[in-house]
């Protein structure tokens, strides 16, 4: 009976400790496309601006709003931008309901240092365009 009672455990901790795990991949060369505008095709919509304030703790930023980004017309596409910024600009982006995208013009940006982290507060100042449609 004591045998049977360690296997069932043996058996039951190897049972609940295994997993499975799946991963499927499709592999393939990146589609990029470019659309050049001329200042005919966009309309000017307006000036906006835009605050964020975000943490950081040994450079790694917590709190705050995740996953806000907007869209700069493709000018700082290849900049990987930190997300206190992305939220700033999505801010100026969210004032202006018919714009298609943010033209950033300059940033205004306050730094409390703490230790092993920082708090920064940050202003955008930007200018809205929309692109027109035929």
Known sequence: MKKILIFSTLALLL????????????????IEARVNFVSSD?????????????????????GGRKFHTAST????????????????LYDALSQKADADFVLPISS??????????KKVTLKVRAKAFKIKTK
């Open 15 to 30: 049972f609940v400790s295994s997993c499975t795990m799946q991963n499927k991949t499709i592999s393939g060369a990146p």
């Open 42 to 62: 966009l309309e000017y919509v307006g000036d906006v601006t835009g605050s964020a304030t975000q943490y950081y703790v040994l450079g790694i930023p917590y």
């Open 73 to 88: 017309g493709g000018l700082l596409s290849a900049v990987n931008l930190d997300r206190a910024y992305n939220n700033a």
């Open 108 to 117: 205004d940006s306050k730094t409390e240092y703490s230790f092993l982290g």
